[in-house]
């Protein structure tokens, strides 16, 4: 969409969609360049939202109308609330959803579709692969806030707004008393830096560019550099050795100190924080070549024929720009023909028909004037004359002039920050690229070689000033590539830190770089392991073998395993764990297993207890014990006992195993199960028991490397496991030091679970009641998974357990109903599970704690309530209760709203949980795949994009590991460490 403007005028008559649109281009920055369009939207929302309150007697409607009365002025987080408000007062589970409802809307409709893409300026970058519009984010070095930040903060809102270019509403009534102002912030009308504001700093020309760089400079093609890059007086700064990109602003000569004051209200206190404001997009200025047609998004390069303030009514007026430009002629290309663009924009209001408000106006483009314009055409009645009145309209300088002439390069488009307009930034950006000393890379030649990376100089002259498209590409991968470097070699640096001698290190080194698997054979499993394997009541699949023979190997070398084992639901990974963790106690150590629920802590203790039934003699088993919130204090105290005498070989538990109080005599593997349920931290609080000597714990020969006597503290083993598989550059970010086990392969017999969409009407609702009706009648057991436990007021439109459990007990007379949810005791809980388990139950009412791990192989239905407030990867997991035994199973789930059934039909389709997380991750983006606690802890990337950048991460992690390979405390490259510590302080790093 180009503005609200257009979005308001196809909104006039009130219907759901208009609404939705309207909101989900507020909410995504509508307002954000100009800030009296809430005005605007302001009434535009109350006067729909009465008219939705007319259908909803409920009372927090009513007092919401009376919120959004405030809208206009209020601030941006009340503003989020409130569109949040009215979002789920529609049906949406929130805004965000109300946003990927109405993304979804627009993608399958072909009409919608179009009358967006119309305004697309992405349309202009087609050709432009990797700078996607309205997506390169401004660096926030400092973290402060921008004016530009959305409403929505998260991914779902970015890659289809249209950015500064394309928003033009205005609504004057609240332009700035001071009509200087107007320039900067009353329109998209960019503020252009005026020959004024340019005569206050020294010509730029006059600042020379240091030589070209040393680096691996043949990758760009950056020697084609127009005059304006050539030198003619000494830089300030051109040793590399002084030079330092933290270097303070006033470094860069000539800017005045107006512009400095401002930099520094804006963030830009250093060179490093300038230089990364990279440009939003870049425009292509030669003219148009194909056919001038009405609603195209175009871009005319011209001069300014005439700039006049008209006041129409005592209550109206309008600028008029004429531009003239020269195009080809449609009929004969190589012809060139003359077209007028008259950009036009209304006032209305008798503050803006005075005689100094127009002049001001009109005097902002003053005849002759070279300039950029851009916006959707429309053709005039006069032959040759054409309308704007959405453009956006930018001062050139004679740089863009003599490229006019020459050769075409493209045209950096900057966002706004603060005040600072893009065309200051264009000036600044230059004078500050000509302090850049050629050689001021801190990354060595030959890894820049290796990858096809530009110089780090290079690279800021290709993103600032390309001479092509390709160019900028080129410098756009080196700073993402960047961005992942430094990451992956903080963490790999600490890492190695860690490790006590060279043979430490170069273990850990050569486990990174071998890619071919280690992997010990069943035969050299320990007695214990091979004693578990034996007594299970089937064979491993082949996935399942290799993942233990691959986690075994690991277990005997000398460092810290530190592991993700990750499978789809229902693969068979709990028992891999038990297998490993036999290993180490064999070699008389202990293991933890940590588990994100109650519930799965008591599933998996009583899972082991069976297995190790069938051990036989008694004194070969191991002793294990359970640790959870609600093990009482007197057998908790035991158990804490147990463990550090070292009695205890095993504990299974929630979060409570890494309390303080918890201590091991000798932990040597900790398994975490649902890894990403935990935040990084937790995992890392396992380090912190190290393991002392215990004689006591030895069983038998340890097959380990070395004995608890040999060696008193290392960190213990770490295997982490997930059934949201991560993909594999979500996994690298995240955990940059990570070893990756996959099980790709279910146990056999396993029908896939036939999956349903249906919306929650009433008509699909006694589908689906007639569909568990038919499942029961056949034998089977149906879970039924609602979003909440009791009704709410906030959220009329949500199921709940606990209120939906008389009305489904009575609809299945005959049929028994359980009800399990989090604020039940652990016992009731337990028992539920129980009585559904055994058959004496034949539904269960849940929420979603059954999501994680719980295991009753005969389940053979699961219903899904207000499903369209999970997310995909997150309704897989909930799917994989069903269909773990050999019974062919079934899953529905079923929407509030139709709209919300386009996203859930992939899992119709799909039932392999990496495909879908993957789906996940490009659609609502990395936060909201991994949940917010563990997305808490990915890295900040403000360029690069995970879900579309991966390859750049997996190269810039062999990059890592062959610069530590040279020198892994980096004392041969010196730069490197500074730039590492400067950006990521080595304290800071890690866990
Ligand atoms: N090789 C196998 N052959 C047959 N059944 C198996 C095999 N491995 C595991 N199972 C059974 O499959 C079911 C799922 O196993 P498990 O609970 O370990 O899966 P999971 O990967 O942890 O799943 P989730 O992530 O959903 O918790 C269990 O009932 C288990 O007994």
């Not at 082949?542 to 986690?551: G, K, M, R």
């Amino acid at each position: 969409m180009a503005g609200s403007a257009s979005i308001l005028t196809f909104c006039v008559g009130f219907n759901k969609h208009s609404l939705t649109s309207a909101i989900s281009f507020e909410a995504e920055g509508g307002y954000m360049n100009a800030s009296m369009k809430n005005m605007r939207f302001c009434s535009f929302l109350h006067s729909n939202l009465q008219k939705l309150c007319y259908r909803s007697t409920h009372k927090s409607a009513k007092k919401l109308l009376d919120e959004v009365i405030s809208y206009g002025i209020a601030s941006k987080s009340d503003r989020s609330d409130m569109l949040n408000k009215v979002s789920v007062l529609m049906g949406y589970s929130s805004l965000e959803d109300l946003i990927e409802q109405e993304r979804i809307h627009r993608d399958s409709s072909p009409d919608l579709k179009e009358m967006f893409d119309e305004f697309d300026i992405s349309l202009a970058c087609g050709r432009f692969p990797s700078i996607i519009l309205g997506n390169s984010s401004i660096i926030e070095l400092y973290n402060e806030q921008s004016e530009q930040v959305d409403l929505l903060l998260g991914n779902s809102c970015k890659g289809y707004l249209p950015g500064a270019v394309g928003n033009i509403w205005t609504e004057p009534n609240k332009v700035s008393e001071t009509w200087s102002f107007l320039d900067l912030a009353s329109s998209n009308v960019n503020a252009s830096l005026t020959k004024e504001e340019n005569t206050s700093v020294f010509p730029i020309d006059s600042l020379p560019r240091a030589s070209k760089s040393g680096g691996n400079s043949d990758a760009t093609p950056g020697s084609k550099e127009s005059d304006v890059r050539t030198a003619t007086e000494p830089p300030q700064v051109t040793e590399s050795d002084e030079f330092n990109f933290d270097l303070s602003i006033n470094s860069v000569p000539g800017i005045s100190s107006r512009h400095r004051q401002q930099l520094d209200k804006s963030g830009f206190h250093t060179l490093r924080k300038l230089l990364h404001h990279f440009p939003r997009t870049y425009a292509d200025l030669r003219n148009a070549k194909g056919p001038i047609e009405d609603g195209h998004y175009l871009i005319f390069m011209g001069t300014v024929l005439s700039s006049r303030g008209i006041k129409a009514s005592s209550s109206f007026s309008f600028l008029e720009v004429v531009v003239e430009c020269e195009v080809a002629s449609e009929a004969y290309p190589d012809v060139k023909k003359t077209i007028y663009v008259h950009l036009k924009k209304y006032f209305r209001g008798t503050r803006f028909t005075c005689l100094p408000f127009l002049r001001s106006l009109e005097s902002k483009h003053k005849e002759g004037d070279l300039v950029h314009v851009s916006g959707k055409v429309k053709a005039m009645r006069m032959e040759d004359h054409y309308e704007m009145n959405e453009y956006t309209i930018d001062m050139l300088n004679k740089e863009a002039e003599s490229n006019l002439q020459g050769e075409a390069r493209p045209y950096p488009v900057y966002p706004y920050k603060g005040s600072l307009s893009p065309n200051f930034f264009k000036d600044i950006l230059l004078r500050a690229l000509k302090v850049l000393p050629a050689n001021v890379d801190p990354i060595p030649n030959d890894i820049l070689a290796e990858f096809s990376l530009p110089s780090l100089h290079d690279a800021y002259w290709g993103i600032h000033k390309p001479c092509t498209l390709n160019e900028a590409d080129l410098a756009r991968k080196r700073f993402i590539f960047d961005e992942f470097f430094y990451l992956q070699l903080g963490r790999l640096f600490q890492m190695l830190d860690a490790c006590g001698t060279r043979i430490e290190k170069d273990a850990l080194l050569e486990r990174y770089q071998k890619h071919e698997l280690n992997s010990i054979a069943v035969d050299e499993w320990s007695s214990l392991t091979k004693k578990l394997l034996n007594s299970l009541p089937y064979a491993l699949t082949p996935s399942q073998l290799n993942a233990t023979s691959e986690i075994i190997w690991d277990l005997r070398r000398p460092i810290p395993m530190n592991r993700l084992l990750q499978g789809d639901v229902g693969c068979g990974k709990t028992v891999v764990a038990f297998l490993a963790c036999m290993e180490v106690i064999d070699a008389g150590f202990q293991a933890a297993f940590m588990v994100p629920t109650e519930l799965l802590a008591i599933q998996h203790y009583e899972l082991i207890l069976s297995l190790l039934e069938n051990f036989g003699e008694d004194h070969l088993k191991p002793s294990i014990a359970l640790l959870t919130g609600s093990t009482s204090s007197k057998q908790s105290r035991l158990i804490r006992e147990g463990l550090l005498s070292g009695d205890i070989a095993m504990v299974i538990g929630t979060q409570s195993l890494i309390a303080d109080r918890v201590e091991f005599a000798a932990l040597r593997m900790a398994v975490v199960d649902e890894q990403h349920r935990f935040g990084v931290i937790q995992r890392g609080r396992f380090n912190n028991k190290l393991y002392s000597t215990s004689s006591s714990l030895r069983t038998s020969d340890s097959s380990l490397d070395h004995s608890p006597d040999e060696k008193t503290s290392m960190a213990p083993h770490f295997l982490a496991m997930s059934a949201t598989p991560i993909p594999r550059t979500l996994a690298l970010a995240l955990y940059g030091d990570m070893s990756l086990t996959q099980i790709t392969d279910l146990p056999p017999g396993r029908e896939s679970v036939e999956t349903f969409t249906l919306e929650g009407n009433e008509i699909g609702l006694e589908k689906v009641y007639e569909m568990m009706h038919n499942e029961l009648q056949a034998g089977g057991k149906v879970f039924l998974v609602y979003p909440i436990i009791e009704e709410s007021e906030q959220l009329p439109q949500l199921h709940a357990a606990t209120t939906d459990f008389s009305s489904i007990s009575a609809k299945f007379e005959g049929y028994q109903c359980g009800l399990l949810h989090g604020r039940m005791k652990s016992d009731e809980k337990d028992e539920a599970l129980r009585k559904f388990r055994c058959g004496d139950t034949n539904i269960l009412l849940s929420t979603q704690v059954i999501e994680i791990g719980v295991d009753v192989p005969d389940a053979s239905m699961m219903v899904v309530m207000n499903a369209e407030r999970m997310g995909i990867a997150q309704l897989h997991q909930l799917r994989g209760r069903v269909g773990r035994g050999t019974r062919k199973s079934m899953c529905i789930f079923v929407a509030a709203t139709a709209g919300a059934l386009n996203r859930l039909k992939v899992l119709e389709n799909s039932s392999d949980g990496f495909f879908l997380a993957n789906f996940d991750l490009l659609h609502r983006g990395p936060g909201n795949l991994l949940g917010k606690k563990q997305s808490g802890h990915l890295p900040e990337f403000p360029i690069a994009r995970l879900e579309i950048d991966g390859n750049i991460l997996q190269e810039a992690h062999l990059a890592a590991l062959k610069v530590l390979s040279t020198s892994s405390d980096l004392d041969k490259f010196p730069k490197l460490k500074a730039e590492l510590s400067m950006r990521q302080p080595l304290c800071l790093l890690g866990d």
